[in-house]
């Protein structure tokens, strides 16, 4: 079956394009509630275009738009190269409120893994939860993502980042 989705990398920064990115981030008030504590800036928006990972290439650093219906309903980035060889991590993944439960997310993540298979960093991916967004757990849950009993405390979060891990194997 076709996809629903279609993943859309972000290249240039453009008024629209920014415009796009902090609607999504509005219509995700509920995420940053849970994992900031407060709503989405001008500068999470901005962070969102150019993030600079130390150790991975900027090639490998990929924010995506997250298209259906001819319209931006998600957000997504991808590390390529991730601490150990040949796994990537995927930095984030939302879908914006009015568009949820229509498999757009699993859709999405499909589309990160199928990228991550293509390159030479498509043995295992990783996402990181926060502690508080209890409803994410049971979405990566569900695509297969099991705790790998690491957890971080990040300045920017309300809660500890949980790592879960999902092996990319056959
Ligand atoms: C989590 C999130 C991405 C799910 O998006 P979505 O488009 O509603 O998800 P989908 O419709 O593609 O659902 C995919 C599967 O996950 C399940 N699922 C989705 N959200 C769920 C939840 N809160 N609890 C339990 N299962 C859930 C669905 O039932 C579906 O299962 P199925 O495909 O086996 O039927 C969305 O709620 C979101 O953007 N939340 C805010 C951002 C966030 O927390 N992102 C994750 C951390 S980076």
């Known amino acids: 079956m076709a996809s629903p989705i279609e993943l859309v990398p972000f290249t240039v920064r453009t008024d629209e394009a920014f415009a796009g990115v902090e609607r999504v981030m509005r219509e995700c008030g509920d995420y940053y509630q849970l994992v900031q504590g407060h709503a989405a800036d001008r500068a999470e928006a901005e962070e969102f275009?150019?993030?600079?990972?130390?150790?991975?290439?900027?090639?490998?650093?990929?924010?995506?738009?997250?298209?259906?219906?001819?319209?931006?309903?998600?957000?997504?980035?991808?590390?390529?190269?991730?601490?150990?060889?040949?796994?990537?991590?995927?930095?984030?993944?939302?879908?914006?409120?009015?568009?949820?439960?229509?498999?757009?997310?699993?859709?999405?993540?499909?589309?990160?893994?199928?990228?991550?298979?293509?390159?030479?960093?498509?043995?295992?991916?990783?996402?990181?939860?926060?502690?508080?967004?209890?409803?994410?757990?049971?979405?990566?849950?569900?695509?297969?993502?099991?705790?790998?009993g690491e957890r971080r405390a990040l300045d920017e979060y309300v809660a500890d980042v949980i790592l879960l891990e999902k092996t990319l194997d056959g």
């Open 49 to 148: 275009f150019h993030f600079d990972v130390p150790g991975v290439p900027p090639e490998n650093a990929r924010a995506y738009g997250i298209h259906a219906g001819g319209q931006l309903v998600g957000l997504a980035s991808l590390l390529l190269g991730w601490k150990r060889p040949g796994q990537s991590m995927i930095g984030f993944l939302a879908i914006g409120a009015p568009h949820r439960g229509k498999g757009y997310a699993r859709a999405a993540y499909d589309a990160l893994e199928a990228v991550a298979r293509a390159s030479p960093h498509g043995t295992s991916l990783r996402i990181g939860i926060v502690e508080t967004n209890d409803p994410a757990f049971a979405f990566w849950h569900r695509l297969g993502f099991v705790e790998t």
